[in-house]
T-cell receptor, first 112, second 113 residues
Framework: EAQVTQNPRYLITVTGKKLTVTCSQN?????MSWYRQDPGLGLRQIYY???????DKGDVPEGYKVSRKEKRNFPLILESPSPNQTSLYFC???????????FGQGTRLTVV | KQEVTQIPAALSVPEGENLVLNCSFT??????LQWFRQDPGKGLTSLLL?????REQTSGRLNASLDKSSGRSTLYIAASQPGDSATYLC????????????FGTGTKLQVIP
């Protein structure tokens, strides 16, 4: 089944403890991106990648890192999480930049 | 900077009614405009994608139109059903070297049986 898989689905962590949210797609898509969704602010793009080793900042990249070492995986790294990064995170992929996007089920992160 | 607005924020209609959801964007230099639905606690499901060169796309009871010159897109839902209840989001992808995606904040639709 074609899908975008995020792990974990739920995570509670403490301020400053590094964490990684994984994202994997099995559709050989080139374009992948990360979003956060907050009440009243909607979805905002954090980072995106147009292909392996090609990444760029979205609207809210501060406090996040990404890497794209292989086409299928696009992990989101929070080196030192803070409470303002408490949010619902989504990973998405599309075959190319200009094609239909497929979303993962989301990761609900709470930083205390 | 691209800004995407969706009005109204919430909409409640009786079953069977035809309805229109609106999406406006400030920067017309876009690759595409995509409509999604989001159910509570779930991810986003793509409904329709309109390329910048297209005027509209149709899928079943859904029809989406795009007018780049006026910075507007509409999603038309025919003969609404209770199963259509969800939040509908539009997203504009910028063209050029910086290909960000900007989402609107959504319209929460309730279809009453």
């Amino acid at each position: 089944e074609a899908q975008v898989t995020q792990n974990p689905r739920y995570l509670i962590t403490v301020t400053g403890k590094k964490l990684t949210v994984t994202c994997s797609q099995n559709m050989n898509h080139e374009y992948m991106s990360w979003y956060r969704q907050d009440p009243g602010l909607g979805l905002r793009q954090i980072y995106y990648s147009m292909n392996v080793e090609v990444t760029d900042k979205g609207d809210v990249p501060e406090g996040y890192k990404v890497s794209r070492k292989e086409k299928r995986n696009f992990p989101l790294i929070l080196e030192s999480p803070s409470p303002n990064q408490t949010s619902l995170y989504f990973c998405a992929s599309s075959l190319f930049t200009n094609t239909e996007a497929f979303f993962g089920q989301g990761t609900r992160l709470t930083v205390v | 900077k691209q800004e995407v607005t969706q009005i109204p924020a919430a909409l409640s209609v009786p079953e069977g009614e035809n309805l229109v959801l609106n999406c406006s964007f400030t920067d017309s230099a876009i690759y595409n405009l995509q409509w999604f639905r989001q159910d509570p606690g779930k991810g986003l499901t793509s409904l329709l994608l309109i390329q910048s060169s297209q005027r509209e796309q149709t899928s079943g009871r859904l029809n989406a139109s795009l007018d780049k010159s006026s910075g507007r897109s509409t999603l038309y839902i025919a003969a609404s059903q209770p199963g259509d209840s969800a939040t509908y989001l539009c997203a504009a992808q910028n063209s050029g070297g910086y290909q960000k995606v900007t989402f609107g904040t959504g319209t929460k639709l309730q279809v009453i049986p």
